[in-house]
């Protein structure tokens, strides 16, 4: 587990080069990134956007023997499919029209270092082919050059997407997936490590102190709120509060009433006018902690010597937890998806798909 000190040093120096919590989710992570920093192994990191995927990335780099040099991020959903090749690989003059000079392309400009390929799920299929190339091969040609180049690139890719759901479904080529799971890290969403949360917070207060803003600070009340809100963009999204509270509440105390209306709706205590700020409560913390734990322990039956039908089971456990959901709530599904930390979309798809309208 991260020592507090050293935590809070690095938040006083902002120069936090790993995922920041004390979550055993994220103890978990960094624990991997130190067991492959040093190692030419392709990493695959896998976890729902704003999760912290290139933090991971840069972690990696950053612990690894190559961190004199460079880093280079590109993002693969970003950049139209007819360009792409060209951003990775780089073009000679005249290559096709525009082409007005030669130009480096990404793979040329990390040599020695890093190469992030940050959402290739949404890399075409014509294109996954090269890539799958320069990874066997380690070469690759320029746009409009028969002359190959040969490169020393540390390749990490990332996704939200369900890579083998797209190999089943024929969008993503199974070589190429199999080619970058070499060593698979999965980032915990933010829901998943919540007692990270205000550690967090406090990061991000310190990353706009240093812009020279002032920030708001957050009473116990406001702080419960967010610890139960679901939190669908995960840390992105609690940096961007961050910021929209640093401009509107600048220099004061934020109380649950203050919050924004989608986080104030989980708030379930009344803040007192002599509230204090709790940015790092630790009996809310504990008391989270352990009733994780608790429900870990529930859930640890061995499995039956004639064995189950697993995705049978899971279903079950998934039916259950919506109709407890939607029972607590009185059926209004915008409250049960805040409980069961979904987007209601995904509620209402998941209640459709097992015809639960109207179950609870």
Request: proline share 4%.
């Amino acid at each position: 587990m991260m020592n507090l000190g050293v935590v809070e040093n690095a938040l006083q120096n902002n120069k936090v080069t790993s995922p920041l919590g004390n979550s055993p989710a994220i103890a978990h992570v960094r624990r991997l990134i130190t067991q492959v920093a040093n190692h030419s192994t392709l990493v695959l990191i896998q976890g729902e956007s704003g999760s912290g995927k290139e933090v991971v990335a840069r972690a990696l780099h950053d612990s690894s023997d190559r961190v004199g040099k460079p880093f280079v991020p590109v993002n693969c959903g970003a950049i139209p499919a007819d360009l792409l090749e060209s951003e990775l690989f780089g073009h000679e003059k005249g290559a096709f029209t525009g082409a007005i000079a030669t130009r480096k392309g990404r793979f040329e400009m990390a040599e020695g270092g890093t190469l992030f390929l940050d959402e290739i799920g949404d890399m075409s299929l014509p294109m996954q082919v090269k890539i799958l190339r320069v990874l066997q091969e380690r070469c690759y040609e320029r746009v409009g050059s028969n002359q190959t180049m040969r490169c020393n690139v540390r390749i990490i890719a990332a996704t939200h997407r369900d890579l083998e759901a797209m190999v089943d479904a024929g969008s993503f080529r199974q070589d190429l997936f199999f080619r970058l799971n070499v060593f698979p890290i999965h980032v915990p969403s933010l829901r998943q490590r919540i007692e990270d949360l205000p550690l967090l917070l406090q990061h991000f207060r310190r990353k706009r102190e240093a812009l020279g803003e002032q920030t708001a600070e957050f009473s116990q009340g406001a702080l419960q709120a967010l610890m139960h809100y679901g939190w669908p963009g995960n840390i992105r999204e609690l940096e961007n509060l961050v910021e929209r509270l640093s401009i509107t509440h600048g220099g004061q105390l934020v109380r649950a009433r203050d919050l924004p209306a989608r986080y104030a709706a989980n708030a379930d205590i009344e803040d007192g006018e002599d509230a204090k700020s709790c940015l790092l409560d630790k009996p809310l913390i504990a008391a989270i902690t352990t009733s994780r734990a608790n429900a870990a322990s529930d859930s640890s039956a061995g499995l039956p010597s004639e064995g189950m039908d697993l995705k049978q089971y899971l279903q079950d456990l998934e039916v259950n937890y919506i109709n407890e959901a939607m029972r607590q709530v009185g059926g209004v599904v915008s409250h049960a998806a805040r409980l069961l930390g979904l987007q209601r979309t995904t509620l209402v798809e998941k209640m459709k798909k097992f015809g639960l309208q109207g179950a609870w």
